[in-house]
């Protein structure tokens, strides 16, 4: 089965929210574990800002997961990253940065084929 994680961002920020380390270090577990594991990172945004803005923000983000996982030694090329700027909002029609901070995410699903 499919395993799945997700890390979570600061408004505005590329870079994971340093609690998050854990999960990372859970899904780096789990590929170690498993050599024929292989891991899609997509990256989202909240609505808050431009939607061209936002698709390159959630870009960042699923580039930020990736290298992590590369710099604990996963190899790059069992990582794919794709991008879906604000789509798929956990909470859609929040106004404010607080309420919003579900949907600042990168899903990181791994798959065993």
Do not use: C, H
């Amino acid at each position: 089965a499919d395993k799945k994680e997700i890390i979570y961002f600061d408004f505005d920020k590329s870079n994971y929210i340093t609690s998050e380390q854990a999960k990372i270090d859970k899904v780096v577990g789990w590929m170690k574990a498993d050599p024929k594991s292989k891991a899609i990172v997509i990256g989202y945004t909240d609505p808050i800002g431009t939607d061209p803005y936002n698709l390159a923000l959630s870009k960042k983000r699923a580039e930020a997961v990736k290298a992590a996982l590369v710099k604990a030694g996963i190899p790059g090329d069992k990582i794919s990253i794709e991008y879906k700027g604000e789509t798929n909002l956990v909470v859609p029609g929040k106004k404010n940065i607080k309420d919003n901070a579900p949907n600042r995410r990168a899903e990181v699903t791994i798959t065993v084929k």
